[in-house]
């Protein structure tokens, strides 16, 4: 069947009606960048959130302080999730109710499904979602509008240009039938790129689909890319996670600087170390190794489990309002060291990954889902596939890392839990991921490149120590022991004791009462994985799952 790109010109050309111009389409004007965007992650241990109070959640987040948050950008998240399709309109509806117009004062930036891990079908109803959201809105306030949306699991720049083709058949419809403006760049893209090869290679995805969108008629109004921590670290390990991501950012905004187009990277991380660390404590740190960032994710956990996260909203916005437009470029020769580095990191990870993952994945499936999600099986959802290392082989320059990841072989399983779930997981067994495979890669980087460049890596992850220092708070091996394979606790004990030694950081100080709860709950945990005790006992244990991630600040 034909798509209405397909339609002769005739039938595609916008009619004379009269319609007025978009307002960063008007002289001089240019959209602004939001510092903070609001995320409806899973994530949060002391609240279930229903897609039904996701509207007023979006509004209250977004609503200027002290009735709300402050916070510049809402993410309304079709990928993976049940959110019904008028639940872009709901939010843009409250918003207008506050006196604040989606597109001028605040964003509203929907996260579309991807046509390949889910349907065409979910991905094209989350776009007439923002088609709806726009007609409705401009009714009430003719400046309100969505200008963006974000397109996950990336893998090619075809991939990007295909959605920008669905774009331009849902705003012809839009035009067709509500006299909405035609213009195909109205709704622009922000990739999202989620996997230690592809961060490490962004640059070059992003030349080719300024290119690719030059051939096809479309434009590209500015390089706003978001890059992904969490399924990095689930897929390649802590420490890679960080490093390639570092890479990513100063990739994309090269190329906006090459191309003549304003950079504006988006940090997508979480409240754990393991999935970004966007703490207080660490805000400093965090945007000195990524320089080039302009947005960053506040996610449910900091939201729901902390009281950190007002103050937080305040100094990222403080920060990064001091931050200058472009950053230093990072040398062709740093990122193939770091190239090196990550996958010096990804090697210990993976082995020990493998070792753990008959545990992991039905400890996983115990962690209480906090949002309306598809499920990681069945013919609605879908699972993050394995790590590719023999895809970092190009990049990497090393002959002895190269020929170590070859030996690689992950699991090649579908059902591997996601990045939430896993890092609550091993959490709760006394086992914080930011600790897998990293202590080894430091002592393989040392061993590599002596104590000057295993200094160097380090300058490009400053708050390795702060996140480390954290984590330890809640690492207990001990109590992982009666759960882990001898061989992976060993690893682990490796782990540990390098990283102590290697970084140098002093831990903080524990909570006896988290450990103490963690401590008791191992007997029961154990039974529940061997299938031996009764629904009702399992749901005691979600309840303590849930209390722990409370008091650490974040389920996973």
Not at 67 to 73: A, F, R, Y
């Amino acid at each position: 069947m034909p798509t209405m790109s397909d339609q002769p010109a005739d039938k595609r050309e916008p009619s004379s009606v009269e319609t007025p111009a978009r307002p960063d389409a008007r002289a001089g004007a240019r959209p602004w960048v939001p510092r903070t965007m609001a995320t409806q992650h899973p994530d949060s241990a002391g609240r279930y959130i229903a897609i039904q109070e996701e509207p007023a959640e979006a509004v209250a987040a977004l609503t200027r302080p002290p009735v709300g948050l402050g916070i510049d950008e809402v993410m309304v998240d079709f990928e993976g999730k049940m959110t019904p399709y008028h639940q872009t309109n709901e939010i843009a509806q409250g918003l207008l109710d506050r006196g604040l117009v989606p597109g001028r004062d605040v964003w509203i930036t929907p996260r579309i499904s991807s046509a390949t891990e889910e349907t065409a079908f979910r991905q094209l109803m989350a776009l007439m979602s923002v088609i709806e959201a726009t007609y409705q809105a401009s009714q009430r306030e003719p400046e309100a509008h969505i200008a963006e949306v974000i397109i996950p699991m990336v893998r090619s720049a075809r991939d990007l240009v295909k959605v920008r083709d669905r774009i331009r058949d849902v705003i012809y419809l839009g035009h067709k039938e509500f006299r909405l403006p035609y213009d195909p760049d109205a709704l622009q893209l922000i990739p999202l790129v989620e996997e230690a090869p592809e961060l490490l290679s962004v640059g070059d995805l992003l030349r080719a689909y300024v290119q690719d969108c030059a051939g096809e008629g479309f434009s590209v109004g500015r390089l706003r890319v978001m890059v992904g921590r969490s399924d990095t670290a689930l897929s390649y390990g802590h420490l890679a996670s960080a490093l390639a991501a570092g890479v990513g950012v100063a990739q994309i905004c090269a190329v906006a600087d090459e191309l003549g187009l304003e950079a504006a990277p988006i940090l997508g991380a979480g409240y754990l170390p393991f999935r970004g660390g966007v703490r207080l404590d660490s805000i400093d740190t965090l945007l000195a190794d990524y320089p080039g960032v302009r947005t960053v994710t506040v996610q449910s956990g900091i939201r729901y489990d902390t009281e950190e996260a007002a103050a937080a909203v305040a100094k990222l916005h403080d920060r990064l309002d001091a931050r200058g437009p472009c950053p230093p470029r990072l040398p062709p020769e740093d990122q193939v060291f770091l190239a090196d580095c990550v996958g010096v990191a990804t090697i210990p990870y993976l082995r020990t990954f493998e070792r753990l993952l008959d545990l992991v994945v039905p400890l996983s499936d115990l962690i209480p889902a906090r949002r309306d999600r598809l499920a990681r099986k069945g013919p609605a959802g879908y699972a993050r596939a394995a790590a590719e290392p023999e895809a970092l082989i190009p990049l990497v320059g090393h002959e002895g890392v190269r020929q170590e990841l070859a030996s690689i072989r992950p699991a090649c399983s579908r059902s591997l839990p996601r990045a939430i779930s896993f890092t609550g997981a091993l959490y709760s067994i006394g086992l914080p991921p930011e600790f897998l495979g990293t202590g080894r890669a430091l002592a393989r980087v040392r061993a590599l490149f002596g104590s000057d460049g295993l200094e160097r890596m380090l300058a490009h992850y400053r708050a390795l120590g702060v996140d480390l220092a954290w984590a330890e708070r809640f690492l207990n091996l001990q109590t992982a022991a009666a759960l882990l394979p001898p061989e992976a606790l060993a690893e682990v004990r490796t782990d540990v004791e390098l990283c102590r030694e290697i970084v140098g950081y002093e831990p903080l100080p524990r909570d006896d009462g988290y450990h103490l709860l963690l401590e008791t709950i191992q007997p029961m945990l154990r039974a529940l994985l061997t299938g031996t005790v009764a629904a009702a006992d399992r749901e005691l244990v979600t309840g303590w799952l849930c209390r722990l991630g409370t008091l650490r600040g974040s389920l996973g």
